[in-house]
């Protein structure tokens, strides 16, 4: 017989998405409130030690509540190239090679890139024909490169510093939960 079904954290996800809160609008004009989205995605992932699992229902999350976002997902870095993981959005390529493409170039470089406008990328590697700006943020734990979130705007310039600063912190909270 299958274990019941424990909505305690479901319902305790439902009061803070209906919860109103103050968001802080960003120098694009987007308006995100980061500090709810952390406390949801706690609400998630709090009791999980499943990796597919939490990043699933993070991609699930911003993907939900972003803004202009066509595509969300994680690549892992496996055997020194970044493989397709948990994501929302249009298929794409399962791999990427490190330095290659914004996600390997954010992988490589060590930090977040947010890429304006996509077409001005060099070597830009269109996977969604309607991604017009990136945003692309490294996993790190003790200085070892797990992987990237990459998320993609139908939107020129959809991301801004106060989108990095919140995800980063996002990213933070979610990298302590995986078992990478």
Known sequence: MPAPIDDSRLSRFDSLADSTSSSA???????????????QLRTLIDDETDTVANL????????????DISWVGFYLLKHEQLVLGPFQGTTVSPRVALGEAICGTAATMRKAI??????QFPGY?????????????????????????????????????CDQQGLERLMQQLVAQLAL
């Open 114 to 119: 947010n890429v304006a406008d996509v077409q």
């Open 25 to 39: 609008t960003s120098e694009t004009g987007n308006s995100q409130d980061y500090s709810l989205l952390t406390q």
């Open 56 to 67: 699933a229902n993070c991609a699930a999350l911003l993907y939900q509540e972003l803004a």
């Open 125 to 161: 590697q269109a996977r969604d024909r309607e991604a017009r700006s990136e945003m692309v943020l490294p996993l790190w734990r003790d200085e070892q490169l797990l992987g990237v979130l990459d998320i993609t705007s139908t939107k020129v310039e959809r991301f801004d510093f």
